[in-house]
């Protein structure tokens, strides 16, 4: 069995309409649980009291934005490559769910940030990358929505899909790249070192672990809609020449 069989539509909305169940019940039962584990049954950090507590939703909304973004991406370049529709449809439906993701981020990341800093915003490296960022997701939707040849549009927004991965990668490792900025470090990282303490850890994996099945079923979800929206357009069309 290839992977390319799922550039099918239907077969891509017969595999799809098994797994979004799943992925929306698993997204349910691990927010729940990392959510309330995380604000009910963690104890306040030494340093920054309860404040910490919005690292359950600031660290997954912002790992979520940066890679829905890279997702766009490897589609857009599937759809360059090999020009398949589904590919294509899926980085269209991720993307506003990609933004809300950032928005959440940058929202949460200013209440965090204000009694640490002593500032809502800051023009940190990594804030303003995100910033960036979320101004191309603005774009990236934009342009979707005032190109009227979907193929077209598909092709204008794989090129700035392709651009603004610069902006995601920065958001990614800024800290890395400017030691001066505000924002911490990592708070997952492989060196033990910059991991945050295991009874914050397991918590916000669970976290985690809901954001990214909550990604899984509204792209799912609205890939399906996207598809028949497509479906319903070619059939308008075909009774118009008709």
């Known amino acids: 069995m290839s992977l390319w069989e799922y550039a099918n539509p239907k077969k891509f909305l017969a595999l799809s309409g098994r797994i979004l169940p799943i992925a929306a019940w698993g997204a ?9 584990w995380g604000f009910f049954f963690t104890p306040d950090d030494y ?7 919005i690292i359950y939703i600031h660290v997954p909304a912002a790992l979520m934005a940066i890679n829905i973004w890279f997702m766009m991406l490897v589609t857009s370049l599937i759809w360059v490559i090999r ?3 589904v590919s294509a449809l899926a980085a269209r439906a991720a993307a506003p769910v990609g933004a809300m993701m950032t928005l959440i981020a940058l929202i949460t990341g200013a209440f965090w940030g204000q009694p640490m800093w002593g500032t809502w915003w800051a023009w940190d ?3 303003t990358s995100f910033l960036i960022l979320f101004l ?27 651009v603004g991965s610069v902006f995601a990668a920065l958001s990614r490792w800024a800290v890395n790249f400017w030691n001066q900025g505000l924002h911490q470090g990592a708070s997952l990282s492989l060196d033990k070192e910059e991991n945050v303490s295991d009874v914050f850890y397991f918590p916000l994996l669970v976290s985690i672990a809901g954001f990214v099945l909550l990604f899984v079923a509204l792209m799912l979800l609205r890939t399906r809609t996207e ?3 497509r479906r319903i357009k070619a059939l308008i069309a075909r009774e118009t020449l008709s």
Do not use: M
Not at 28 to 36: Q, T
Not at 47 to 53: D, F
Not at 138 to 155: K, M, R
């Open 47 to 53: 340093k920054q009291g309860s404040t910490v507590k």
């Open 28 to 36: 349910g039962l691990c927010l729940v649980v990392g959510l309330v």
């Open 125 to 127: 490296p990594r804030l």
């Open 227 to 229: 598809i028949r929206a």
């Open 136 to 162: 191309f997701y603005l774009g990236y939707i934009a342009l979707w929505s005032a190109i009227e040849n979907d193929d077209t549009a598909a092709d204008l927004t794989s090129i700035l899909c392709l």
């Open 83 to 85: 020009r398949h529709h």
